[in-house]
Each structure stands twice: as structure tokens, then as C-alpha cells.
């Protein structure tokens, strides 16, 4: 019997220049990757009108593996659940 290792997933943090909830849980994030080693992206929605309309009023975004897991606050047990349930 052969055992598949899970391994941590793709996360997608969506942030704003000044944003003081997106600065907070990019640090979260970042914790909790250098626990985990999982792929990490920070896409800066400025400038950007359709990421703007899809984003501006929730942000930060916290996507895994394209799944939209968090809006406005990252708790970084939370994640780790997350992560490991994927």
C-alpha cells in the first residue's frame, strides 16, 4: 500500500497599497509558510479595475488552491487547518 503525502496548497493573498488588515495578514501568512513551505502569491489589486471590483471591499483575500478561504482577517491556526484539510 502505497501512502500519498499531503502536501500544503496554493496560496493567493489579494492586497492594496495602505491596507493595514492586508499588511497584517500577509505577516500571518508568511508565519505560517515558513512552517509549511506552501507556494505563495501576493497579487496587488492597485490599478488592476477588474481585480479592483472584485477585491477592493473584502480585502485582504486569502485564496488556496484558487478557493476563496479568508476575507479581512487570517487566523494562522485557522490556515493551518485549512492547509492540511485540502
Do not use: N, W
Amino acid at each position: 500500500m502505497r501512502t500519498q503525502i499531503k502536501r500544503p496548497g496554493h496560496v493567493t493573498v489579494y492586497h492594496a497599497a495602505d491596507c493595514g488588515l492586508c499588511e497584517r495578514a500577509i505577516e500571518v501568512v508568511e508565519e505560517v509558510r515558513a512552517e509549511l513551505g506552501f507556494e505563495l502569491e501576493l497579487v496587488d489589486i492597485g490599478g488592476r479595475s477588474e481585480l479592483e471590483a472584485r477585491y477592493r471591499e473584502l480585502l485582504p483575500v486569502i485564496e488556496i488552491d484558487g478557493e476563496r478561504a479568508f476575507t479581512y482577517f487570517v487566523d494562522a491556526d485557522a490556515l493551518r487547518a485549512r492547509l492540511s484539510l485540502g
